[in-house]
Antibody
Framework: DVQLVESGGGLVQPGGSLRVSCVGS????????MNWVRQAPGKGLEWISA????????YYADSVKGRFSISRDNDKNSLYLQMNSLRVEDTAFYFC??????WGQGILVTVSS | DIQMTQSPSTLSASVGDRVTITCRAS??????LAWYQQRPGKAPKLLIY???ILEGGVPSRFSGSGSGTEFTLTISSLQPDDFATYYC?????????FGQGTKLEIK
C-alpha cells in the first residue's frame, strides 16, 4: 500500500525557520512528482509547491515563493519543505501528496510568538 | 494563474437526495480536473480524476462531468458517509489551484 508520512511540524516564532519531511513507501518513490498542500485551520486547501520526480524542476505558489524551498532525496524516499521567514499566516496543516492521488495525514505547523 | 470557483459554498441535503456541485475554471483546462472529499481532521481523498474517471474503490453514486471551464460533481443518492467537504482542483499546469470548497451538510 502507498503510504506517505509527514514529520517535523511544531511551533515556531514569526521570522523563524522549520523543515518538514515526508517519507513515501509502497511505490517507486523516484518515479513520481510530489506536492505540498497546506490547509489553515478551518479553511480550504492551498497548493503551495511541487517537485519533479528527478528533483530538477520545482514550482511554487506566489504566497511562498522566495521563502520556501522544496527538495527530495530519492535514495531515502524523502520529500522536504524548508520554510524560512515564517509568518503567522503560514500556520496550517501541511500535507505531502504523490501527484494528485495519495496524501499523507498532514502535520501541523504553528507560527506564533 | 488559473482560478477555480466552486458553487455552492454550502449545501444542505438529506439522505437519498441527488446533489450537484459546480466548479468553474477561469480558462480552458480541458479535462485536467480532480474532485476530492475531505472529512474533518482527515486528509483529502481523491474521488474523480480527469473530470469523469472514478478512482478505484469510490462508490458508483459519485460521478463527474464537464470539460473546458465547466465541471460538475454529482452524488446520485446521498449516504450518511457523504456529508463532508468537497474540493475541485485543476492540474493542467502549476500552480495547481483548488476551488474554495463545498460543505455538504445534513438538512
Amino acid at each position: 500500500d502507498v503510504q506517505l508520512v509527514e514529520s517535523g511540524g511544531g511551533l515556531v516564532q514569526p521570522g523563524g525557520s522549520l523543515r518538514v519531511s515526508c517519507v513515501g513507501s509502497g511505490y517507486p518513490f523516484s518515479h513520481y512528482s510530489m506536492n505540498w498542500v497546506r490547509q489553515a485551520p478551518g479553511k480550504g486547501l492551498e497548493w503551495i509547491s511541487a517537485i519533479s520526480n528527478t528533483g530538477t524542476s520545482t514550482y511554487y505558489a506566489d504566497s511562498v515563493k522566495g521563502r520556501f524551498s522544496i527538495s527530495r532525496d530519492n535514495d531515502k524516499n524523502s520529500l522536504y519543505l524548508q520554510m524560512n521567514s515564517l509568518r503567522v499566516e503560514d500556520t496550517a496543516f501541511y500535507f505531502c501528496a504523490r501527484d494528485i492521488t495519495y496524501w499523507g495525514q498532514g502535520i501541523l505547523v504553528t507560527v506564533s510568538s | 494563474d488559473i482560478q477555480m470557483t466552486q458553487s455552492p459554498s454550502t449545501l444542505s441535503a438529506s439522505v437519498g437526495d441527488r446533489v450537484t456541485i459546480t466548479c468553474r475554471a477561469s480558462e480552458d483546462i480541458v479535462t485536467w480536473l480532480a474532485w476530492y472529499q475531505q472529512r474533518p481532521g482527515k486528509a483529502p481523498k481523491l474521488l474523480i480524476y480527469k473530470a469523469s474517471i472514478l478512482e478505484g474503490g469510490v462508490p458508483s453514486r459519485f460521478s463527474g462531468s464537464g470539460s473546458g471551464t465547466e465541471f460538475t460533481l454529482t452524488i446520485s443518492s446521498l449516504q450518511p458517509d457523504d456529508f463532508a467537504t468537497y474540493y475541485c482542483q485543476h492540474y493542467i499546469s502549476y500552480p495547481y489551484t483548488f476551488g474554495q470548497g463545498t460543505k455538504l451538510e445534513i438538512k
